[in-house]
T-cell receptor
Framework: NAGVTQTPKFRVLKTGQSMTLLCAQDMNHEYMYWYRQDPGMGLRLIHYSVGEGTTAKGEVPDGYNVSRLKKQNFLLGLESAAPSQTSVYFC????????????FGDGTRLSIL | GQQLNQSPQSMFIQEGEDVSMNCTSSSIFNTWLWYKQEPGEGPVLLIALYKAGELTSNGRLTAQFGITRKDSFLNISASIPSDVGIYFCAGDTSGTYKYIFGTGTRLKVLA
């Protein structure tokens, strides 16, 4: 039972490059989320999805795009990476029920030079 | 936007001591969650609280949903070295399944 799996675990990009982070969950969860974690700022929601084919903006969506083509996968894209996007990115998923907690992956550490 | 104030920011304690941390909000929350994060890993759920006044334990950990619904507390009894990590609170204000996270309490236990 893998839970929430994120790939890659580490990546270094140059400014202006693009890349996609993949999140996969095997718990049949409807909801999926992308967060970024920066020192002293906790977790901030980038985008989220309430089901296959749907996405919505979170607290800090600028510079990111997402897609949820399959229920088990949630992709986070950076079209033109900027140094301000250097961060640790976490994916999470949850059932659709009030108050159901989120289950997190182990994160992707992204550095933009 | 909404914010969660989590305190203290960091704690250095001796092994065997009890630990208390809390989160406060300007908004009423429907759900409070407490997570622990260890280096290089994602947050792991410790305790979930769903009703005002609720007191829930998980081993040596006890958390409470404040009566005002604007705060929550986490206590760790008889701390051990493996309690080291960052503890986060999170709350859901409107049943939208979008949780707001506190900035974390970094706990270090001295043997």
């Amino acid at each position: 039972n893998a839970g929430v799996t994120q790939t890659p675990k580490f990546r270094v990009l140059k400014t202006g490059q693009s890349m996609t982070l993949l999140c996969a969950q095997d718990m049949n969860h409807e909801y999926m989320y992308w967060y970024r974690q920066d020192p002293g700022m906790g977790l901030r929601l980038i985008h989220y999805s309430v089901g296959e084919g749907t996405t919505a903006k979170g607290e800090v969506p600028d510079g990111y795009n997402v897609s949820r083509l399959k229920k088990q996968n949630f992709l986070l894209g950076l079209e033109s990476a900027a140094p301000s996007q250097t961060s640790v990115y976490f994916c999470a998923s949850s059932y659709v029920a009030l108050g159901q907690p989120q289950h997190f992956g182990d994160g992707t550490r992204l550095s933009i030079l | 936007g909404q914010q969660l104030n989590q305190s203290p920011q960091s704690m250095f304690i001796q092994e065997g001591e009890d630990v208390s941390m809390n989160c406060t909000s300007s908004s009423i929350f429907n759900t409070w969650l407490w997570y622990k994060q260890e280096p290089g890993e994602g947050p792991v759920l410790l305790i979930a609280l769903y009703k005002a006044g609720e007191l829930t334990s998980n081993g040596r950990l006890t958390a409470q949903f404040g009566i005002t619904r604007k705060d929550s507390f986490l206590n760790i009894s008889a701390s051990i070295p493996s309690d080291v990590g960052i503890y986060f609170c999170a709350g859901d204000t409107s049943g939208t399944y979008k949780y707001i996270f506190g900035t974390g309490t970094r706990l270090k236990v001295l043997a």
